[in-house]
């Protein structure tokens, strides 16, 4: 059974370069004005195992599934209770850039997983949310966009895993989730956010 709440939670998805990001901290900017209690939070965290992840991928390195896996627990676990869970309870409404359905897609098409196993295991503890915006596009696309704005891609970010991870993204079967067409401009793809905003 997922963690009662009693805010609102959304969360970013989407292969690198979709602009999730962006429109994140966007919509965080916009609920603010509109007077609305908003928490910002990503994963993986700086906190000791998520940095752990993020310093192995920036480096070009793959760690073992069962050892990605286990950090994620770890720094998940320690988000929900530190910054997720407690926002929720206080009524605020939490934007998280990544989440469990991350998991799903990235460790969950390496050899031995599953995607849908990994969700079932995320939802027995975590907060479920109340709407998922998954940021889609080519990944030709994404990859032209990273490479004109860094000059490395990290180990998570090579054309053939982040195709498995996008195919896998749409093939998660959750009815939260809502495919938000990210291959146009910030500002076309804003206006697709804002939409599904004020329907909220």
Aim: aromatic share 8%; hydrophobic share 40%.
């Amino acid at each position: 059974m997922t963690t009662a709440k009693r805010g609102k939670l959304i969360a970013f998805e989407g292969i690198d370069g979709s602009g999730k990001s962006t429109q994140w901290a966007r919509l965080g900017e916009w609920l603010k004005a509109q007077g609305r209690d908003v928490v910002l939070s990503f994963e993986p965290t700086k906190r000791p195992h998520g940095q752990w992840l993020r310093d192995a991928w920036a480096s070009g390195i793959r760690l073992p599934v069962d050892e990605e896996k286990a950090l994620f627990d770890a720094d998940r676990r320690e988000h929900i209770d530190e910054v997720i869970q407690p926002s929720l309870d206080r009524g605020q409404i939490v934007l998280l850039d990544r989440y469990y359905y991350s998991s799903a897609v990235y460790q969950g098409t390496r050899k031995g997983e599953t995607p849908e196993a990994v969700l079932r295991h995320y939802e027995a503890f975590c907060p479920r949310p109340d709407v998922v915006l998954l940021f889609d596009l080519p990944v030709e696309l994404a990859l032209k966009r990273m490479q004109s704005s860094r000059s490395n891609l990290d180990a998570m970010e090579v054309s053939d895993n982040l195709e498995t991870v996008r195919n896998a993204y749409l093939n998660l079967n959750r009815p939260e989730i809502v495919v938000v067409d990210a291959s146009g401009s910030p500002d076309e793809v804003w206006d697709g956010v804002l939409r599904h905003a004020r329907e909220w």
